[in-house]
């Protein structure tokens, strides 16, 4: 149940010319119970209705009669303070999350339709640094929350699979390189022998002719240029998708750069027959003075096409394949002017889906002391920094509770989780910078806090059925949820009753730290009640009941908004 909604519609009858859907729009949540449980400022409202702010409070405090869902009402200081009735609030809470579950917090907003997700996109042969942890974080959070709000997503990894870097790795890897060590070594061996190439280049030029040619090669199909490079993505894929099992993050499509080779052509002819292809010593581009900014190049002086000509193809292709409602590319912000180039190219090309294309940018991670810094060069590689938090969760579980079952599993689920949660709390566009001592505080806004609240919800309620099960022990009599009125129960049932909100403006705002601020939220409430209420040791078997249903209603909401960023939600830690 929406209560903004349900407040506006009788609030609506008692003023005049002035709609449900505005009022519902300025319905605010104080933030001090005192002050009611929804309030309605009037102060927007003066001007349309030529009354001064209190005036038009207190004309509707002796209009409307609260009633049903609402217990009271006061006009204080501009604003319609009402207040709930609390039995029936817990009432509709616990029943709504009790019969929706994993599904609790979805309104099912997609009806089906198709969103294009292109998320991660790391590139062959290069180190999947913290950047594309980023990318793949985010964009498997938006994937999962437009999911739950009954979208159709389609995830695609845009792998970086094409370009002139393939003739130089070819040239660099029949100077220095060696099946063996490409094999044992993998990605880090083709990474040295690249920069070798480049290192050498230096003083010897020519290198970067025969680079030039092969790439040449590669693009006219030669067999032996061809055969060395679908080996080294075959290579990169295997260190990717050891990435993504940990992360626990999944593709529906890898079509990568190197898919548009044979699609580019007629999207060039048609750039062309719209009279938006220009020619600047002997490139090809498409002018965007007019908006300023530089011009999109299309292709280049030796015949060559670039990632701006893929980004175009692709969107056509993409928008041809599953008739998008919106296609979101989630990237760092120093791509921000890359996608605005190319997006006005579609619009210049008569499309006017172009409107439905949306860069999601990010901020940059950096590090917090020099410790982290890696044995290679300065990228982060995202392998070291997961077996890291890893290692570093197991010695926190090994001195927290020694005793515990699967360590190694809910070692790597935490460990995991709290990288994941530390790249996802804080708006998504910032600057993070990253620190152990934050990612992983069990005490702080962490996701090992927020995961080890569950894992707490989880025993309370093993407890109580004196088994392993998590479900909500059977209780005799009919659920009194009038037995939870007092603050701290009252306190989290209104964050319990928030989730499906947050996720909608999570979907809107495409910010997963939306949820992730939710989630530390509804823990740190939850947690106040659980030092302030006792559950299992009380006379009362009603309130016991009552306060029980609380816990599970807290763990379902939990899980579900835990799975949505992307964290796994164990039972024991
Ligand atoms: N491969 C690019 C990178 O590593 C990201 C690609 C993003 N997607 C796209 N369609 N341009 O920065």
Redesign the pocket.
Known sequence: MDYKILLADQLAAHVEGIGRDQLADLIEYPPNPQMGDLSLPCFKLSKQLRKAPQAIAEEIKTKWQPQGAFASVDAVAGYVNVFLNKAAFAESVISEVLSKKDRYGSQNIGNGRNIVI??S???IA?TFHI??LR?TMIGNAIYNIFQYEGYNCIG?N???DWGTQFGKLIVAYKNWGSEAAVEAEGIDELQRIYVKLHDEAETRPELEDEARAWFVKLEQGDEEALKLWKWFVEISLKEFQKMYELLGVRFDSYAG?SFYNDKMAPVLDELKQKNLLQEDDGALLVRLEDYNMPPALMVKKDGGTL?HT??VT?AIYRHNTYDFEKAI????AG?SL??QQWFKVIELMGYDWAKNLQHVPFGKVSLEGAKLSTRKGNVIRLEELLTQAIDKTRDIIEQKNPNMENKEEVARKVGVGAIIFNDLSNNRVKDVVFSWEDALNFEGESGPYVQYTQARACSILRKANGSDSNELPAHTGTLNPAKLENAEAVAVLKEIYLFAERVEQAMNKLEPSIVSRYLVDLAQSFNRFYHECPILNVEDPELRAARLALVKCTQITMVNGLRLIGLEAPEKI
């Open positions: 292109d998320f996109s790391p590139n290069k950047g594309h990318s695609i845009h792998l970086g750069e990632y893929r980004d692709a590319y989630v990237t760092d791509q890359h996608f």
